[in-house]
């Protein structure tokens, strides 16, 4: 293949070069096609890496600088990584030659010193992985830069950005190639360990906003973190390369295996399927994704969604000199104030069109040619790249870090992009080498010379070509969107024999705990325990796996743990104190949901094991045809569209996934760990199972108090208590209880123990017969909090998107990042409990239904931006008075959990043509909706708006904004849901999104208009309506009101549509200022 880049030999063409003694002829010395010899070929890169990087290595740490001139005493984790990749490269290509001389073992160990000083830096932060696992915060990370002679942590957290979870990830990626390509990097068990733990940290990688590769965070460069898709990306490609990998090599035993948990990594694959082709929230593209989606990461399964991506970076960042890192980039340009470490307001706008231009990203295409196979790419960067290289002294090839435009050509540049010569940050002959640059020059060049293939460097195959994937074994969850027609094996265990018997008379064959022995049935909250002591290490006071629990897809494993042979179920089985586990329609619900995800996400070679646990509480009342229904699917072969087979466990077995946990081996003096496995239910022989100890959904009036609770607020305490204890009706009673609560305190004892005690008993009695609405009241007053509650708003955090909790009409809390289940409990319960209790608590139920729906069907949120959950509330409720017509509206808080969220559903589909005007604006209101390009329709907007928009007393100003921001960026659209939030009517909000539909339409229409004054829409809203009014005194003779009912439900087109009457007024306005002049003007005479 051709070569790129210009170097001179380093060695004499009469320098001899000899083989071995003992063979007299070797392949070093056989001609290639071109008439030069390996040796000699090998010979030129030996020098080059040996003249452009080897040479900075440190020789005690193993660490390279960032920078080769002056004292630079600073190591940055990233460019050492690429640093070992390329020494560990060309070690590949001379292991082709039998006589080496020693340059294979050298080069080999140099990319090792350089692994294990990173390692052993690492190590030496051992307190802060620990604390990372528990609060993944910037203050508590590892660091990522290093001094180059000791190891020693420099530049603390608040003069640089440490936490960088791509170069942590990166390492582990590395890591995990060059020891299957047969080098030797961990030693010992403690290593093992705290390797363990890292991949513990990165794990999270997918709720964990980081500073990314660039080390600024946000682009606005003010010091706040964000999720980026690099960061994800690479944290993907490493737990999918390190699961299930032995550190030691092919030396190792079971105890060096690395642990990933496979529902974890899921969670990142689909958090970097939502976020791409978007890096960030501020980015919206960036060059730090090219290392994500190509080498070395390969981080996307989808060939539509790599080639989204790669086309919007070489659109948007590609320039003669180099790629831009992204758009609005101020490092090192002639404006950067260097002096700073943060930007101020609006300062990225000085930047625009200078940003530096970084040939590094070029080397990236090349390689992603050679991986793909695509010679023109490889042929059109080589040409692009070969005219911003420079030379050395010796001969070799330099790689400038990046191209930048000088002060004086700024203005000049910024007029007209890419009129302008740029000028390089180094040649090489002044000293200053990129190492980066550099070691991937050498990469890429060996590849392109043919001296190493790609299998080489990357030996666990992270890239397979599309026609290769179905043959490959070792990716166990990085096959792309293969066809996936997985079986899904059932067990189904009942609790008890009775129910065994019970069940088996309507020809339901199940088994008991007992009978699948020495099998054990584990809650996966055991599995958890067990977990534990993965890793966990005295010496470097490491504690092994956080406490997480443990997905579907892994609790679809057989586990062999001391000796037992264990198997989970579902963590959907697992008994709840929050009320939603009594609605056994929801959890059959979550039954087919968790089989479905097993179904698509199911990677491994084996079938997925799925265990189903009937306990006796299941089938009681009303609940047992539902049941008995679900089960008589899984006999058939097909639950909700997924394949099952359904046999005893033990035959099962045979086809599932062993997972060894020998990490529980113990010490003779260590004491064995216990673990609780699920037990039969004992009871007596002959009894049966009682069906009918339940009712069906209670009726509304059973669920209605018989008291009027402002009766009773001026009463003592000691009649409420008497009225407790002489009143049946529970709804009556947690009202009295709740007034108790507020008055006495939780710890005031009546007949039934303190006010927590008696509401717990109420919370338990109205479950069991299904009072939702006094389930709901106790449940809020108890404080209960429902389990995964952080993983689903993290789940809506991931698909781009915002969650406010609160009140409808009163003050929401934003949550922008993830945040611990503790801290949503204190928002939920300190903005909903003052309005309403009930709300709290449905609030709750809103986001684990929310969370699931935006992870399996995103496309239900469309034009939502903010998940506004008070809102949505209000628009389900709007929804019953609907359907309720002229009759009184069901109760939200009545309705079963599982009629909550069939509701939720309803609520969220496109609404259907026949509804009034009025009513489709009331949801889509409450919803938040906006239709398709509305955020960029309003950046066209803002940029004809001198003086900015106000709605609803905010302003949206144009400047800062349009400084500061980009039109396709997220940041922006989440600007205007602020300028919108304060909106009160949901009717009245969708009106004004329609009214900026309009003016932008009108604007784009007659680019000579401009808003002269600030543009206020109620006051247009206000005058189309006023508009409105008038023609229905004169047409239809109506009296004037304020009402704007009619104006509401009033269909948007057609004659006398809303939009006719907002555009008259937005065209008023408009020509109220001056019309700006223009050449091709048909109204001009001379």
């Known amino acids: 293949m051709s070569r790129f880049g210009d170097e001179s030999p380093s060695s004499g063409p009469n320098q001899a070069r000899y083989g071995s003694v003992y063979e007299p002829l070797k392949s070093i010395n056989l001609l290639r096609q071109d008439g030069e010899t390996l040796w000699d070929k090998l010979d030129k890169y030996y020098s080059a890496i040996k003249s452009t990087v080897l040479n900075y290595q440190s020789p005690t740490t193993g660490l390279f600088p960032i920078k080769t001139f002056a004292e630079c005493n600073e190591a940055k984790v990233r460019d050492n990584l690429y640093c070992a990749a390329s020494s560990w490269a060309l070690a590949l290509a001379y292991r082709r030659i039998d006589d080496d001389k020693g340059r294979t073992h050298e080069l080999e160990h140099c990319a090792i010193k350089c692994m294990r000083g990173i390692l052993y830096c690492y190590m030496r932060q051992a307190d802060k992985v620990e604390q990372f696992k528990q609060d993944p915060s910037p203050s508590k990370c590892l660091h990522s830069v290093f001094n180059i002679h000791t190891g020693d942590e420099v530049l603390t957290y608040d003069i640089y950005c440490h936490l960088q979870i791509d170069s942590l990830s990166l390492f582990l990626l590395y ?38 590769m660039w080390e600024r965070g946000s682009k606005y460069n003010n010091g706040s973190t964000e999720l980026h898709s690099s960061s994800v990306g690479l944290a993907k490609a490493a737990l999918e390369a390190i699961n299930g990998f032995n550190l030691f090599g092919n030396q190792g035993c079971s105890w060096s295996v690395i642990f990933v948990d496979i529902d974890a990594h899921n969670r990142n694959r689909q958090t970097l399927c939502s976020l791409l082709p978007r890096e960030s929230r501020s980015h919206n593209t960036d060059a730090a994704l090219l290392p994500c989606i190509s080498y070395p990461a390969f981080a996307v399964d989808d060939d539509a969604l ?28 002639a404006r950067e104030d260097k002096n700073r470490l943060f930007y101020k307001p609006a300062e990225i706008k000085l930047f625009d069109g200078i940003e530096c231009e970084f040939p590094l990203f070029y080397i990236f295409m090349i390689i992603d040619g050679v991986f793909r196979g695509n010679s023109e790419q490889v042929k059109e960067y080589q040409t692009l790249l070969k005219p911003v290289l420079f030379q050395s002294y010796e001969g070799h090839a330099v790689v400038p870090k990046y191209y930048y435009v000088p002060a004086d050509f700024v203005e000049a540049e910024q007029k007209n992009h890419g009129s302008q010569k740029r000028f390089s940050s180094n040649s090489g002959r002044d000293g200053k080498l990129f190492l980066w640059g550099q070691s991937l020059y050498i990469i890429a060049k060996l590849l392109v010379d043919g001296l190493i293939s790609p299998r080489d460097i990357d030996p666990v195959r992270r890239y397979v070509p599309p026609e290769d994937q179905r043959n490959v074994s070792m990716r166990y969850s990085n096959q792309g969107p293969l066809e996936n027609d997985v079986v899904i094996h059932v067990a189904l265990i009942a609790e008890s024999q009775r129910l065994q018997v019970f069940l088996n008379t309507y020809g339901i064959q199940t088994q008991t705990p007992q009978q699948v022995e020495p099998i054990q049935i584990w809650p996966q909250q055991e599995l958890v325990k067990a977990y534990r002591h993965l890793a966990a290490n005295q010496k470097l006071g490491l504690s092994g796996r956080p406490e997480r629990p443990v997905g579907c897809i892994g609790t679809s494993k057989i586990y062999r743990i001391l000796g037992k042979t264990v198997v989970c179920y579902p963590i959907v089985f697992d008994l ?4 939603m586990s009594q609605d056994v329609m929801l959890l059959i619900d979550d039954i087919k949901n968790a089989l479905q995800f097993i179904k698509q996400y199911w990677k491994m070679h084996g079938r997925p094991l799925f265990l189903v646990l009937i306990r006796e509480d299941n089938i009681r009342g009303s609940r047992f045809n539902p049941v008995l229904d679900m089960l008589a699917s899984f006999k058939q072969g097909n639950v909700g569209g997924v394949k099952v087979h359904v046999d005893r466990l033990q035959t099962l077995i045979s086809g599932a996934v062993v997972e060894q946990l020998d990490f529980l081996r113990v010490h003779e003096s260590e004491e064995l760990p216990q673990f609780k496995s699920f037990e039969e239910l004992e009871l007596p022989k002959h009894s049966k199972v009682k069906r009918q100890t339940s009712t069906p959904n209670a009726s509304d009036l059973e669920q209605q108090p018989e008291i009027n609770i402002n009766d009773w607020k001026q009463t003592s305490t000691f009649e409420i ?16 209880a709740n007034l108790l609560l507020k008055r006495e305190g939780p710890d005031f004892y009546t007949k039934e123990g303190t006010v927590m005690d008696l509401l717990e008993r109420i919370y338990r009695r109205a479950g069991t017969r299904k009072l939702w609405s006094v389930v709901r009241l106790a449940a809020s007053l108890l404080g209960k909090l429902v389990d995964s509650l952080a993983p689903s708003i993290t789940n809506v955090l991931v698909q781009g998107k915002q969650v406010t909790l609160g009140v409808f009409s009163h003050e929401e809390e934003v949550i922008c990042n993830p945040l611990s289940p503790g801290v949503i409990k204190d928002i939920i319960y300190s903005k909903c409990n003052p309005y309403c209790e009930r709300e709290a608590v449905v609030q709750q139920e809103l986001v684990i239904h929310i969370g699931w729906i935006i992870s399996n069907s995103p496309e239900l949120f469309s034009g939502m931006l903010k998940i506004r959950v008070g809102w949505i509330i209000h628009a389900m409720k709007h929804e019953l008075k609907i359907r309720a017509g002229d009759m009184p509206a069901q109760d939200l808080y009545q309705l079963s959990p599982s009629e909550i969220k069939q509701l939720l559903l309803d609520v969220l589909q496109p609404q259907h043509q026949g509804r009034c005007w009025l009513n489709r604006r009331q949801i889509d209101g409450s919803l938040n909706r906006t239709p398709l390009g509305f955020y960029d329709r309003l950046w066209q907007i803002l940029e004809r708006t001198p003086n900015g928009i106000m709605v609803a007393g905010t302003h949206l100003p144009q400047q800062p904004t349009l400084s500061d921001m980009t039109m396709y960026e997220m940041n922006f659209s989440l600007l205007v849901e602020d300028m919108l939030k304060n909106i009160v009517q949901p009717e009245y909000r969708q009106i004004i999104v329609e009214l900026l539909m309009v003016v932008s339409i009108v604007l784009e229409r007659n680019p000579e208009l401009e808003f002269q004054d600030k543009v206020d829409l109620d006051k247009l809203v206000k005058e189309a ?23 509401y439900n009033t269909p948007p087109l057609g004659k006398r549509g809303t939009s006719s009457y907002l555009a008259k007024s937005v065209m008023v306005a408009l020509l109220e200022g001056e019309v700006k002049p223009s050449n091709d003007d048909p109204c001009t005479v001379s």
């Open 175 to 212: 890591l995990v190639e060059m020891i299957s390509s047969g080098l030797q990097i961990i030693y010992n068990t403690d290593e093992v360990a705290f390797i363990q733990n890292l991949v513990f940290c990165v794990e999270r990688a997918y709720r964990v906003p980081d500073f990314g």
């Open 306 to 333: 790599y080639n989204q991506t790669l086309d919007k970076i070489v659109r948007k960042l590609k320039g003669k000199y180099g790629f831009k890192r992204f758009l609005r980039d101020g490092y090192r340009t």
């Open 576 to 579: 709840s104190d929050f009320y």
């Open 721 to 736: 208590l008497q009225k407790l204890d002489d009143c049946s009706c529970l709804a009556s009673q947690a009202l009295l």
């Open 1025 to 1047: 309506f006023n508009d409105f009014q008038r023609d229905r005194i004169k047409l239809e003779g109506m009296e004037k009101t304020d009402e704007m009912t009619a104006f």
